[in-house]
């Protein structure tokens, strides 16, 4: 007896590799879209003040207006990291005004530690109207054994949010700083 192929076999094997390799693209989609959805979500963000992320700016083109805004400052340091973080004071000041604040950070370990801060803002909804212009957040910080430094933030509130009828009643806007070690020397 010889062996012949029957054409409903033929059939069913040549959609068995097109449904094979439909799953190779699907999964390779997928795992593509995973390593992408972190940079754009952060792009996302970035250009939508999402989740409180704030603008980052090379000045205020827009001007001041009368309206005043208060900005409050905070800080956080996650366990590992043994910084003492002083946030800036309040400051009330014109919206669009170019304002400067100092945080100061201390190491009150034995070895150097490089630290990065992660922020937003609150409320949320402010994120887009909130610029740095320069921030120690911007990169990691290395601080010596005992050191203490201060850190400087130059923001503006962009004077749009005037324009942001579902801000009409916000004054206060707070900038949060959570700090975590990048890496320690010597442990």
């Not at 945080?103 to 994120?127: C, K, L, M, W, Y």
Request: aromatic share 8%.
């Amino acid at each position: 007896m010889t062996d012949t192929v029957l054409p409903h076999r033929d059939k069913h094997q040549g959609r068995n590799k097109r449904i094979g390799l439909t799953l190779v693209v699907v999964v390779a989609a997928m795992v593509g879209a995973a390593y992408a959805s972190v940079p754009l979500y952060r792009l996302f963000c970035q250009l939508t003040g999402l989740d409180g992320t704030t603008q980052v700016s090379s000045g205020n083109p827009k001007g001041v207006i009368a309206r005043e805004m208060t900005v409050r400052f905070d800080s956080n340091v996650e366990g590992g990291l043994p910084w003492t973080i002083t946030p800036a004071r309040p400051i009330t000041d014109k919206i669009g005004t170019v304002d400067t604040v100092v945080f100061t950070a201390h190491n009150s370990s034995d070895r150097p530690i490089t630290g990065q801060a992660i922020f937003n803002v609150t409320p949320e909804q402010t994120g887009i109207y909130f610029n740095k212009i320069e921030c120690f957040c911007f990169t990691e910080q290395t601080l010596q054994p005992g050191e203490t430094v201060e850190m400087p933030i130059v923001f503006f509130v962009d004077p749009d949010i005037a324009e942001d009828n579902n801000l009409d009643t916000v004054r206060d806007i707070t900038l949060s700083y959570t700090f975590y070690a990048v890496k320690s020397e010597g442990s």
